[in-house]
């Protein structure tokens, strides 16, 4: 099993930035593949970006420009830099992890992440 916990979530102005982090713990020889959901209230969750073991990068569109995932392999950990940040950001952030970005497994938690107009 994979564990997952995110920290760096919070309530920012419209324009500002804010970082996520995620770190990952137990079966991680598994994970081949990090990444970031969020869900807004009466939403359904949506993929914000991911990353694979090989540096493959995948965005939504509504954060292409934006955002930024990196991953740390070394100290099994992800994160999203997000900057620009708009109303509709608003959203609960699920770290993800799997063996490929399609076929995610294990969450976290969930941040909240509040972007005020």
């Known amino acids: 099993q994979v564990q997952l916990v995110e920290s760096g979530g919070g309530l920012v102005q419209a324009g500002g930035s804010l970082r996520l982090s995620c770190t990952a713990s137990?079966?991680?020889?598994?994970?081949?593949?990090m990444g970031w959901y969020r869900q807004a209230p009466g939403k359904q969750r949506e993929l914000v970006a991911a990353?694979?073991?090989?540096?493959?990068?995948n965005y939504a569109d509504s954060v292409k420009g934006r955002f930024t995932i990196s991953r740390d392999t070394a100290k099994n950990t992800v994160s999203l830099q997000m900057s620009s940040l708009k109303p509709e950001d608003t959203a609960v952030y699920y770290c993800?992890?799997?063996?490929?970005?399609?076929?995610?497994?294990?969450w976290g938690q969930g941040t909240q992440v509040a972007v005020s107009s």
């Open positions: 993800a992890a799997g063996p490929t970005w399609t076929s995610f497994d294990s």
């Open positions: 990353i694979t073991s090989g540096g493959s990068i």
């Open positions: 137990g079966s991680i020889y598994s994970i081949k593949a």
